[in-house]
């Protein structure tokens, strides 16, 4: 058949009420369960797939995808707000977002966001369409030595969230991977750093860990000194996000979607990591780097525009390999089989109706998600008016639901408030919180594809730089490495003569 006839025929499955009706449920649930503080997309995704199974396939797929879609912009709201990642997707937008609403701007970040989600998800489906057969045959080209070196030089972006002091973000990054080894040995299954404790086989809870750094140490601050919050309240601002905004951030926005792209499509990647690395790539370029961490509406688009622009690329290896890209889409493909469809090459072939179905149903939940989006932010606005002393004890509250909601285990919020005192001790001697998550995020991953790559070359680095791939991030990874030594070198050079100066 043609491309006509095939468009034709997934336009008649999408074009009905039910299909619609999905897509829209779907969206709403994921913004929702996005916003509260430990119900991840994937919590989301995973609750909403045994309500699929009484619907037509593709209305209950675009319903799992609606959700995934929702919930990962739906993190940015609490992140903003109250400085508690929905998601962990949305941890870099604390980074900005936090800040921003401080300063009265919550409803320009909040904004900000959704644009950035809604043409970050548009450039991701466009993506799909595409590209999703040359893609997926390069994601495969990817083995141990490629993830290793690609794990490696995404922790070179540390040094772009450092903060003012490269020493105090390497501090940090060291702790992270220091905690990202407890528990199980993946390789040989040994214990690490358990201390006789079978809750800590499989490491820390990476929701518990989130939170712990980024909502506790708020609360503990207000606990603390409880005047300086008195009657304190913020406000959403007046002001919202203008096209002069959104030009200033589109180059931003555009690079960040294209690196979720990227990442998206290597299967195990994640968001993450991919909305760290937008933000860092960001503030490299950007003109107001020094506000970068501040209250930044660029930081605020970056790293939104990193994690939305993964949702589109997981589908990649998905519908072209039949490889889920990231644990959701894990899920998703538990509701093709259930209805007895097999994602791979061969689906192109026997089912191309619903490949441009949900081609098509993926474009239009780029529209949902605005005016869903939309309206959301409309009605989390007045999370921003509540004094903090009546709002943060709420927040607790929700965070000791969130992390026990995921695995039941009391022991988990005794890691989020062993984490939020470790956070508080960070926040009150200015070590940022952001090399430590990337490291935590990335440590296991780069440590797993090096001992991998290690045992398949008989423990020979060779294997390391091996074909152009590993070649090319080597060398991204020696030239970050280059300019941030003469970045440091020229700050070097700017203090040494006013303190001499000062001296004199």
């Known amino acids: 058949m043609s491309f006509a006839d095939n468009l ?160 105090r973000g390497a501090l940090s990054a060291m702790l992270g991977l220091l905690l990202a080894t407890v528990g199980l ?31 506790i140490p708020e609360i503990i601050a207000m606990v603390w000194n409880p005047k300086v919050f008195d009657g304190q309240k913020r406000s959403m601002g007046k002001s919202w996000v203008t096209f002069a905004d959104y030009k200033r951030c589109f180059k931003s926005i555009v690079r960040g979607s294209f690196i979720g792209v990227f990442l998206g499509a290597i299967p195990g990647i994640g968001a993450a990591p991919s909305a760290f690395l937008s933000y860092s790539e960001a503030r490299r370029t950007s003109p107001n780097k020094a506000n970068f961490g501040k209250g930044e509406l660029e930081g605020v688009a970056a790293a939104e525009a990193g994690n939305n622009g993964v949702a589109g690329a997981t589908l990649i290896p998905l519908l072209a390999l039949g490889i889920p890209g990231d644990v959701i889409t894990a899920i998703i493909i538990g509701a093709f089989m259930i209805h007895g469809l097999q994602p791979g090459p061969m689906m192109f072939i026997l089912n191309a109706d619903i490949i441009y179905a949900l081609f098509i149903g993926l474009i239009i939940s780029s529209v949902f998600l605005f005016f869903i989006g939309s309206v959301a932010i409309h009605g989390f606005k007045y999370v921003a008016d509540i004094p903090r002393g009546v709002l943060f004890p709420a927040v607790l509250v929700l965070c000791i639901f969130g992390v026990f909601a995921v695995n039941n285990s009391i022991f988990d919020v005794g890691v989020m408030f062993a984490m939020g005192w470790v956070g508080y001790f960070m926040l009150r001697y200015k070590i940022p919180a952001a090399p430590f998550l990337i490291a935590f995020i990335l440590g296991p991953l780069l440590e797993d594809n090096f001992r991998q790559a290690m045992l398949m070359s008989g423990s020979s680095p060779v294997i390391l730089f091996r074909g152009p791939i590993t070649w090319f991030f080597w060398t991204l990874t020696a030239i970050t490495v280059f300019a941030i030594v003469r970045a440091g070198f020229k700050a070097t050079r700017r203090h040494v003569p006013l303190q001499t100066a000062n001296q004199e």
């Open 8 to 167: 034709m025929m997934g336009l008649s499955l999408v074009a009905n009420v039910e299909s619609f009706l999905a897509l829209g449920m779907g969206v709403a649930v994921g913004v929702i369960a996005g916003a509260i503080p430990g119900m991840s997309a994937t919590m989301a995704v995973a609750l909403t797939l045994p309500f699929t199974f009484a619907l037509q396939p593709i209305t209950g797929i675009l319903l799992l995808l609606g959700v995934y879609k929702g919930g990962i912009f739906g993190g940015s709201i609490p992140a903003i707000l109250i400085k508690t990642p929905g998601t962990p997707a949305s941890s870099a937008t604390v980074l900005d977002g936090y800040p921003l609403a401080e300063m009265g701007q919550a409803g320009k970040a909040l904004g900000m966001a959704l644009w950035a989600s809604c043409t970050a998800d548009l450039i991701s489906n466009l993506a799909l369409i595409l590209f999703a057969g040359f893609l997926a045959s390069f994601a495969l080209s990817f083995g141990p030595p490629e993830f290793f070196t690609l794990m490696l030089f995404s922790l070179t972006i540390i040094a772009g969230v450092s903060g003012e002091s490269l020493l």
């Open 185 to 215: 040995d993946l390789i040989y299954g040994t214990n690490r750093f358990t201390f006789g404790n079978a809750n800590l086989m499989g490491g820390l809870n990476f929701i518990a860990v989130l939170i712990g750094l980024f909502a």
